[in-house]
């Protein structure tokens, strides 16, 4: 199973999500979606497939992101500006798998010559920020309104309220330190899997 983030080949810019299992591939190309629009078209395809096939992928196990897509991207797009810096100052902190001691911090690769590297939950909730503080995106929001009561449960930084005000005073330089901190002290990866799964719906992949 491969979710795969590439540029979008029909438009020249924004994104298309591309969907491998076995002798299955399917595309969602039809606009050029932002990096959350095509990463949730993903998740709610990835998400019909464990439904009807009894299986448990989780979404930040499978998902890639391949370079020319953040190169194009980066002057339209702020998370993927973000990551696509993130990348070339040699931080693999948002893309690497987390906490596991026998896995690279670098897990980047060559498919069909073209560079891809996996997105780890930290990522996508950094993309989820960026998503709502950024465009205004109301499936973000939703996102951001549990995922902050979560935290808010688990005693960080007040109410959940409060909590939401700071994620809004956001920006660039400082979501992705804000973002570890968050998963350092009080939640990890089946919590925030746990309120995308609840909030975050997908569009339709052909």
Same mark, same amino acid.
């Given at each position: 199973?491969?979710?795969?983030?590439?540029?979008?080949?029909?438009?020249?810019?924004?994104?298309?999500?591309?969907?491998?299992?076995?002798?299955?591939?399917? &595309?969602?190309?039809?606009?050029?979606?932002?990096?959350?629009?095509?990463?949730?078209?993903?998740?709610?395809?990835?998400?019909?497939? $464990?439904?009807?096939?009894?299986? @448990?992928?989780?979404? /930040?196990? &499978?998902?890639? =992101?391949?370079?020319?897509?953040?190169?194009? @991207?980066?002057? /339209?797009?702020?998370?993927?500006?973000?990551?696509? #810096?993130?990348?070339?100052?040699?931080?693999?902190?948002?893309?690497?798998?987390?906490?596991?001691?026998?896995?690279?911090?670098?897990?980047? #690769?060559?498919?069909?010559?073209?560079?891809?590297?996996?997105? $780890?939950?930290?990522?996508?909730?950094?993309? +989820? =920020?960026?998503?709502?503080?950024?465009?205004?995106?109301?499936?973000?929001?939703?996102?951001? @309104?549990?995922?902050?009561?979560?935290?808010?449960?688990?005693?960080?930084?007040?109410?959940?309220?409060?909590?939401?005000?700071?994620?809004? #005073?956001?920006?660039?330089?400082?979501?992705?330190?804000?973002?570890?901190?968050?998963?350092?002290?009080? &939640?990890?990866?089946?919590?925030?899997?746990?309120?995308?799964?609840?909030?975050?719906?997908? &569009? +339709?992949?052909?």
């Amino acid at each position: 199973m491969e979710l795969t983030l590439e540029l979008n080949k029909k438009f020249g810019y924004g994104y298309q999500g591309r969907l491998r299992h076995g002798p299955m591939e399917s &595309v969602l190309d039809d606009q050029p979606y932002t990096l959350y629009e095509a990463g949730s078209g993903l998740a709610g395809a990835l998400e019909e497939i $464990n439904k009807a096939r009894g299986t @448990n992928y989780q979404i /930040h196990e &499978v998902l890639r =992101i391949t370079d020319e897509a953040l190169q194009v @991207n980066k002057n /339209h797009d702020l998370a993927s500006a973000k990551l696509l #810096k993130e990348l070339r100052a040699g931080d693999y902190s948002n893309i690497a798998p987390r906490r596991q001691e026998s896995v690279p911090r670098t897990t980047k #690769k060559l498919v069909d010559g073209e560079e891809e590297h996996m997105l $780890n939950m930290p990522a996508l909730v950094c993309v +989820t =920020i960026a998503a709502w503080v950024k465009d205004k995106l109301p499936k973000p929001k939703e996102f951001l @309104n549990e995922f902050c009561k979560l935290l808010a449960a688990r005693k960080y930084g007040g109410s959940a309220a409060a909590i939401f005000a700071e994620v809004e #005073k956001l920006h660039e330089g400082n979501t992705a330190r804000w973002v570890e901190g968050v998963f350092n002290q009080c &939640v990890n990866d089946d919590d925030v899997i746990g309120v995308w799964e609840r909030t975050i719906g997908g &569009v +339709t992949i052909r």
